[in-house]
């Protein structure tokens, strides 16, 4: 199978991936640069060495660390589909450029406190959104995604479907993640379980930051970030987030470990 023909397949089955989802485009664009690299190649040619060609051409070109590795990462996904359909048999392993570290960014638990209280000021959906986005630390493309028919309340859990990862991710209802979903369920119509689209909850999410006097440095994602580092910090170990939240490098997952300086002094205090 030629690589744009695999291109065309994954549209076909990954859901975020599919002409009506919102990130169709962006993969698209990706997707292009990757074959403007190597050519139409046969999928089963694709190997480490190819990854290795898009990183050096693009960054030629001036394009920046971050964004040649979501450049790979598209065509990762390919493969990734590719393997999971039997269409190759091997899914060539790669590493990703080296990104400049930035400031690891948290919303405090005032912060959040104060959002939730601004998101009544607003209305809508976007307490509840944030709400089940510090509960869970999803991306929010899986929150967009989110399906009534990925929620089983009798057994208590909900599936994220196909996520960044290419796979499946469940996670537990328990405590007052349970609470707020069974609400959800009672109120809300449809399938969807939220029914904002991308460029709403940002919006939304600006307004409530602006009225919480919250730092517009700070953003959705850091909603992840920060239920990452409240799991460190209460005691959930490794492999626990590294599930939780789908991280499939160890090093994403220990970037958050630290507590700050409050942490290190209670550290320090059981020396």
């Not at 990703?96 to 209305?123: I, W």
């Not at 989110?146 to 960044?164: A, M, P, R």
Request: glycine letters at 6%; proline letters at 2%; hydrophobic letters at 40%.
């Amino acid at each position: 199978m030629k690589l744009t023909e695999a291109i065309e397949f994954t549209t076909q089955v990954r859901r975020a991936w599919k002409p009506d989802a919102k990130g169709y485009k962006t993969a698209m664009i990706n997707s292009k640069h990757c074959v403007d690299v190597l050519g139409d190649v046969d999928v089963e040619k694709i190997d480490a060495m190819s990854f290795i060609n898009i990183q050096e051409c693009l960054t030629a070109e001036g394009k920046t660390p971050a964004t040649v590795n979501r450049i790979t990462s598209a065509l990762s996904t390919v493969l990734t589909v590719m393997k999971q359909f039997n269409h190759i048999t091997h899914k060539p392993g790669f590493s990703n450029l080296k990104e400049p570290r930035g400031k690891d960014v948290f919303y405090t638990d005032e912060e959040v406190e104060q959002m939730l209280l601004a998101s009544d000021v607003v209305g809508g959906e976007i307490k509840d959104i944030i709400l089940f986005a510090s509960k869970t630390g999803a991306r929010r493309g899986e929150i967009e995604d989110l399906q009534w028919d990925d929620v089983d309340l009798s057994k208590g859990e909900l599936t994220f479907i196909d996520t960044k990862t290419g796979e499946d991710r469940i996670l537990p209802l328990v405590g007052s993640l349970r609470d707020l979903v069974e609400r959800l369920h009672i109120e809300r119509t449809g399938e969807s379980v939220f029914d904002y689209n991308g460029a709403k909850i940002l919006y939304e999410l600006r307004k409530v930051q602006r009225i919480a006097r919250v730092s517009e440095e700070k953003c959705f994602h850091t909603l992840r970030h920060t239920a990452t580092s409240n799991l460190w910090k209460k005691g959930a170990n490794l492999v626990q987030i590294m599930d939780t939240l789908g991280h499939r490098q160890s090093a994403t997952t220990l970037r958050y470990s630290h507590a700050g300086l409050e942490g290190k002094a209670e550290a320090l205090a059981l020396l």
